[in-house]
Nanobody, 119 residues
């Protein structure tokens, strides 16, 4: 099972980005999916999560400026980020709780995608 994140890049303050993350491999079921971010030298912090039935949760730092969504058929999760600020600069990592075809549940992490907000 793998998670592949994409969509990061350089954006000016006030701009928008849409991150995508695709799950692949021997997947039986995907439970909660989400996004975390990591600033250099800091721990990972929650950005947003979404349950299998589409119920979202947002960190206060991104509430009102981001929307998490998922496409269960495509095994993908998305993060639309608007009104980006320089402090949003970080590596964004996707995560998912996945049951594989051996019926083992575990949390998986993608490799991360860099988001840089700068003029």
């Amino acid at each position: 099972v793998q998670l592949q994140a994409s969509g990061g890049g350089l954006v000016q303050p006030g701009g928008s980005l849409r991150l995508s993350c695709a799950a692949s491999g021997s997947i039986s079921m995907i439970n909660t999916m989400g996004w975390y971010r990591q600033h250099p030298g800091n721990q990972r912090e929650l950005v947003a999560t979404i349950t299998s039935d589409g119920s979202p949760t947002y960190a206060d730092s991104m509430k009102g400026r981001s929307t998490i969504s998922r496409d269960n058929a495509k095994k993908m999760v998305y993060l639309q980020m608007n009104s980006l600020k320089p402090e949003d600069t970080a590596v964004y990592l996707c995560t998912a709780n996945i049951r594989d075809t051996r019926l083992t549940n575990r949390n998986y992490w993608g490799q991360g995608t860099q988001v840089t907000v700068s003029s």
